[in-house]
Nanobody, 120 residues
Framework: QVQLVESGGGLVQPGGSLRLSCAAS????????MGWYRQVPGKQRELVAV???????NYADSVKGRFTISRDNAKNTVHLQMNSLKPEDTAVYYC??????????????WGQGTQVTVSS
């Protein structure tokens, strides 16, 4: 069984910064990619940023230049450094991991979500 544990959400003023972290645990053979998605009520979950095992990254246009995703392959951990936050960044942020797990093959796992609120 795989578990993703997120941390780092909270309330921040516009222009401020937050750092989200997500650690994957379990019988993981390979972490193909890890990333962050976000969702606001009434809208579909959207990609924020993703990073693969080779370090290749992809960002939503709305966060390019402000957010930075990084990972520690040895610890199966991914971080999202969010700078210059805007009110429209307010959402529940979900960690996602694309994994190959012992006895289960390849599948996608989700964290429980962490609230990020940008407000003065």
């Amino acid at each position: 069984q795989v578990q993703l544990v997120e941390s780092g959400g909270g309330l921040v003023q516009p222009g401020g910064s937050l750092r989200l972290s997500c650690a994957a645990s379990g019988r993981i053979l390979v972490t193909v990619a890890m990333g962050w998605y976000r969702q606001v009520p009434g809208k579909q979950r959207e990609l924020v940023a993703v990073i693969n095992s080779g370090g290749r990254t992809n960002y939503a246009d709305s966060v390019k230049g402000r957010f930075t995703i990084s990972r520690d392959n040895a610890k199966n951990t991914v971080h999202l450094q969010m700078n210059s936050l805007k009110p429209e960044d307010t959402a529940v942020y979900y960690c996602n991991a694309d994994l190959i797990v012992v006895g289960q093959g390849r599948f996608s796992s989700w964290g429980q979500g962490t609230q990020v609120t940008v407000s003065s």
